[in-house]
């Protein structure tokens, strides 16, 4: 690929941020209100509200995840990104000029969430690969909530797991969106892969990684009322799409009503949209 994803902080486009979520460990059964999708200008999108509800703690202490609840944004502007360069493939021209006509057309989410999802708890990797889910997702009018979660015990060295985990939690905060940061538990992630260090990328070992995060996103979802989980990992194109999404639907048939989000997270559209966000 011509561009390089980067830790830089990132700026959605257009988000207007004129209502928020109101975090990740609320009390159910009282549903997120859904705000009135009125007619926005190109690129942007519109948060959502919840009830007035008060946190409770996790069911299960020893399990650290640490909710972040958003709070109020301003109405943010962004700039296009990065020029595609003269030299760019076909296929980087090409989605680079139909992002352009959606955008002059009004923008348009290309999300379809499962039927009966409003509330998303999405797993993230990284925010370069957030920006374009989190974008398609917090503008479709079918989605009341998107919440990201930060459990990557695989990312190495801690440096990195740390950097990676700022910019995602600096990411949620400038679009007001819950962000939630579990562990690095990294000793279980070792248990785990255990003599499979040799395989390939898109081996085995890839497929109990995947296995181990949704897992960990399904029981989160679960305990705290969510409708579907989803995942960055099905954006990258160095992954294998089918098996991240094995990894997505097993995690949520452990939990009656809990979907699996399955898109095409891979479209030229979204590969190039990810990176003009990046950038």
């Known amino acids: 690929d011509f561009f390089a994803s980067t830790h ?3 700026t959605p486009p257009g988000l207007a941020a004129t209502a928020i979520s109101s975090g990740v460990l609320l009390s159910p059964p009282t549903p997120p209100l859904p705000l009135p999708h009125a007619t926005l200008a190109p690129g942007m999108v519109q948060l959502t509200r919840a009830p007035d509800l008060v946190p409770r703690p996790p069911a299960d202490s020893n399990r ?3 909710p972040t609840m958003p709070t109020p944004s301003a109405t943010l502007s962004y700039s296009e990104g990065a020029a595609v360069p003269d030299d760019a493939p076909e296929w980087a021209v090409a989605a680079s000029e139909r992002l352009r006509e959606r955008r002059d057309n009004g923008y348009v989410s290309s999300a379809d969430p499962p039927e009966g999802v409003r509330r998303v708890l999405l797993h993230s990797c990284c ?12 503008s479709s009018p079918k989605v009341d909530e998107v919440v990201v ?15 990676r985990k700022e910019e995602n939690k600096a990411f949620c905060a400038t679009l007001g969106i819950g962000f939630v940061d579990c562990d690095y538990d990294a000793e279980n ?11 390939p990328e898109r081996g085995k070992r890839c497929t109990e990684c995947f296995d181990m995060r949704m897992e960990r996103t399904a029981l989160h979802a679960h305990e705290h009322g969510f ?6 990992n099905a954006t990258s194109r160095w992954k294998d799409a089918g098996q991240v999404d094995g990894s ?3 995690a949520a048939a452990r ?6 989000w399955c898109q095409d997270w891979q479209s030229d559209e979204m590969t190039l949209r990810k990176y003009e966000i990046s950038a």
């Open 149 to 163: 979660f930060f459990y990557n015990p695989n990312i190495h060295p801690r440096k990195e797991y740390e950097i």
């Open 227 to 232: 409708d579907a989980i989803a995942t960055t």
């Open 64 to 66: 650290r995840c640490r």
């Open 255 to 260: 939990y009656e009503g809990l979907k699996y």
């Open 8 to 10: 830089v902080p990132l």
């Open 127 to 138: 925010a370069p690969c957030s920006g374009a889910m989190v974008e398609e997702m917090c």
């Open 189 to 199: 992630w070792y248990r785990r892969v255990k003599g499979l260090e040799y395989d």
């Open 248 to 250: 997505g639907y097993r």
